[in-house]
């Protein structure tokens, strides 16, 4: 809506997302995520928020940033959080 408005940040947002749950849990999940990414970009571009190019630099940082930082599920690590009324941490669990 302004001269600022380079990348979208929430096509970004969405492509990351749609990419980390590819990325992690295969295409069952990413496949309609990517439709939801999608749309978001249409979304943006028909509420004349961003221009076409805005929304295709914002999918292009979040698709990148997804296959940056997520890796794959590995079922033999779990990380779980745990905290209590004083004290916080993660346990680590592994098999072989």
Do not use: C, E, I, M
Not at 62 to 86: C, E, H, I, R, Y
């Amino acid at each position: 809506s302004d001269d600022k408005s380079f990348p979208s940040g929430h096509t970004t947002v969405a492509f990351a997302s749609a990419t980390t749950l590819h990325r992690r849990y295969g295409w069952k999940f990413g496949f309609p995520a990517y439709g939801v990414a999608a749309l978001t970009g249409v979304a943006r571009v028909a509420a004349r928020k961003h221009h076409w190019w805005d929304v295709a630099a914002g999918a292009t940082l979040g698709t990148a940033s997804g296959w940056f930082f997520t890796d794959a599920f590995n079922d033999k690590v779990q990380l779980t959080p745990w905290v209590d009324g004083k004290n916080g941490g993660v346990l680590v669990g592994g098999a072989w």
